[in-house]
């Protein structure tokens, strides 16, 4: 089979290219392909588990120790003694097979800056995995039991999804944002209206930093790979980080898929209401509710434009009395940049917390757990009951210039009176 | 199999399942069975009798990948997840670890908390004794059959000596 012919053919979608190339054989929509695997993560909460399969399946060798990588983000650096135990099991493991150990940066916004490029195929025991389609990777979530088994045969087997392509069009109104539109389609779709399912995004250009927001974001509709092609864009971020596309992978005008169209001009900010992730509603549907906590943080935003627009709203302000506000940024190198660009000093003035590149709030784990009955607004991914901490605590997700607003206020606030 | 149908509603997610800070602290499954169910019955382990069956609605296992969701399930002591629609990865997981998943529409309305229920993994139904009527999930196709028959990716691995995706081993005479 012929790349180039794959890659030329207008009648497949960019899942069908990605896995046919991957599997050396043409497959779609509906074929399972057996494809090689270039990258995957796991991560402190699913890596011990896979080491565990690892060891029990007998097996003994990775098939090639550069392109596994394990990250301690979780719950980083350990809240407790059984967390440290199980991290000093992933540091022993990696250093026995040679393969990564990635400490104190979130996974997937590690890999989007320094590993992942156009036309390669990621496995992660993670199911925000999808967060590198963003640079035009097709990337999926999978179990640690699947992932120990890719460690040793390099291979996996994936159905081929079929494929939803969303066309923005328009631009943004001021105050809204990209995870108010990953937020406004969820809300559309459903928890599940895409489970099983390669969301294409195309049309108006978006900066790296919101199309992983979006990429990472798309599994909460169940996505199984969420990913914008490569453009300019994309390799201008490449070329400032020494890196080249695999594959430069684009969907083909012809291919059978579905469409939808989202204009963003009519957008609103957005905001979830607690306990499901498609609970979405016009901002307005919860402002005034008081909050017990902001929390900008998480994989799925955070990045530095997340913190640029958040420092705007926070300059020579203050975080409401009785309302904490914790930021977390999304990597080291987010944090680097931050303290160099002075938001941090902002944050600090305004009277926020700024932790280290942890997942921490976000699961529960540490760094902004809530307490019984404590109301949270955040951007994290998830809504879920007892998803921060307390079954009785309930947490409204919205975008980053929302959650700052809404700190200020000490209740869920329309950010478009701060920009 | 037969034993008695625990049943729940619709978008039941893999954090109510059980929640990370426990998942995230044990790799011991009978530990994490502790916790099984955890954000909607925390007494849900002890009212398990071993074989007994989760009926559930749609999209039952939504969100995180943790395979710990399906292994709290199955060293709880139960048998069987019949739903009306699984998550995906949930499935895919339940299948790697052993835990048989029946996918079969409007199955929640059919059975009732507490009814003897009898799943047939052979044929994949599920027969409601209450009511003696008996529904027929989707099949399997291709790894995820040869997975349920193996018992999961494991005891696959130990019969077979490799993976289902991979070639079979030449044998040396």
Redesign the interface.
């Known amino acids: 089979m012929e790349a180039r012919r794959i890659l030329t053919d207008p009648s497949l979608s960019f899942a069908e290219k990605a896995l046919s190339i991957k599997s050396g054989r043409e497959v779609r929509a509906g074929d399972?392909a057996?494809v090689d695997v270039d990258l995957t993560l796991a991560q402190?909460?699913?890596g011990?588990?896979a080491i565990?399969?690892f060891q029990?399946?007998?097996l003994k060798k990775i098939f090639d120790p550069r392109k596994v990588f394990i990250f301690l983000d979780?719950?980083y650096p350990a809240a407790?003694e059984?967390?440290a135990t199980?991290h000093t099991m992933v540091r022993d493991f990696c250093a026995r097979h040679a393969c990564n150990v990635v400490e104190g940066t979130i996974s997937h916004q590690h890999l989007l800056e320094e590993q992942v490029v156009p036309g390669m195929l990621l496995v992660?025991?993670?199911?925000h995995?999808n967060q590198a389609g963003a640079l035009g990777a097709f990337a999926t979530?999978?179990?640690?039991?699947?992932i120990a088994?890719v460690w040793?045969?390099g291979?996996?087997?994936l159905?081929v999804p079929e494929t939803l392509r969303i066309t923005l069009e328009g631009t943004l109104a001021k105050g809204v944002f990209a995870r108010d539109i990953i937020m406004h389609l969820i809300g559309q779709l459903g928890?599940?209206g895409a489970?099983?399912t390669s969301l294409e995004w195309t049309g108006t250009r978006l900066s790296i930093d919101s199309r992983a927001c979006i990429c990472n974001n798309s599994v909460e509709c169940?996505a199984?790979n969420s990913v914008f092609a490569p453009d300019q864009l994309t390799v201008q971020y490449l070329r400032a980080r020494g890196r080249k596309p695999m594959l430069d992978i684009q969907s083909g005008a012809q291919a059978t898929i579905k469409e939808k169209t989202i204009d963003l001009a009519d957008l609103e900010p957005q905001v979830t209401l607690p306990e499901?992730v498609d609970r979405v509603k016009p901002l307005s549907a919860a402002e005034g509710t008081p909050i017990h906590e902001g929390f900008l943080g998480s994989s799925t935003n955070c990045r530095l434009e997340d913190l640029q627009v958040a420092a705007h709203i926070l300059k020579g302000r203050k975080v409401k009395a009785g309302t904490r506000l914790v930021i977390t940024p999304a990597s080291k190198r987010i944090f680097l940049q931050a303290v160099r660009d002075g938001l941090v000093d902002t944050f600090m003035q305004a009277g926020a917390v700024f932790t280290n590149s942890t997942c921490g709030a976000c699961?529960?784990?540490h760094m902004g757990v809530l307490g019984e009955n404590e109301v949270a607004i955040s951007c994290s991914p998830?809504n879920?009951?007892?998803?921060m901490g307390s079954?009785s605590a309930q947490v409204y997700l919205a975008s980053p210039a929302t959650v700052a607003a809404s700190a200020v206020e000490g209740r869920i606030a329309d950010p478009r009176k701060y920009l | 199999m037969n034993g008695k149908a625990h049943v729940f509603g619709d978008y039941v997610n893999t954090d109510l399942i059980i929640p990370f800070r426990f998942k995230a602290r044990t790799n011991d499954p009978v530990e994490l069975a502790k916790y099984c169910m955890y954000g909607i019955d925390r007494e849900f382990p002890k009212k398990v009798s071993k074989g007994d069956v989760i009926v559930a609605g749609v999209n039952f296992g939504g969100g995180s990948s943790r395979e710990q969701a399906p292994v709290a399930i199955k060293y709880a002591g139960i048998g069987a997840v019949v739903a009306d629609s699984f998550a995906r990865i949930f499935f895919r997981n339940a299948l790697v670890i052993g835990l048989p998943a029946l996918e079969i529409p409007g199955i929640q309305k059919q059975v009732k908390a507490g009814d003897a229920v009898a799943v047939d993994l052979r044929k994949r139904t599920l027969t409601n004794l209450r009511t003696k009527k008996t529904f027929q999930a989707a099949p399997l196709t291709g790894f995820l059959r040869d997975l349920e028959a193996a018992g999961g990716l494991a005891a696959y691995h130990k019969r077979h000596g490799k993976f289902p995706w991979e070639p079979g081993k030449r044998k040396t005479t």
């Open positions: 399972v057996v402190d909460s699913t011990p588990l565990r399969s029990e399946m007998g979780h719950t407790d059984k967390v199980l992660g025991a993670d199911s995995t979530g999978l179990g640690s039991t699947e088994s040793a045969s291979k996996t087997w159905r928890e599940d489970n099983y169940g199984k499901h699961v529960g784990t998830r879920y009951t007892g998803r079954l």
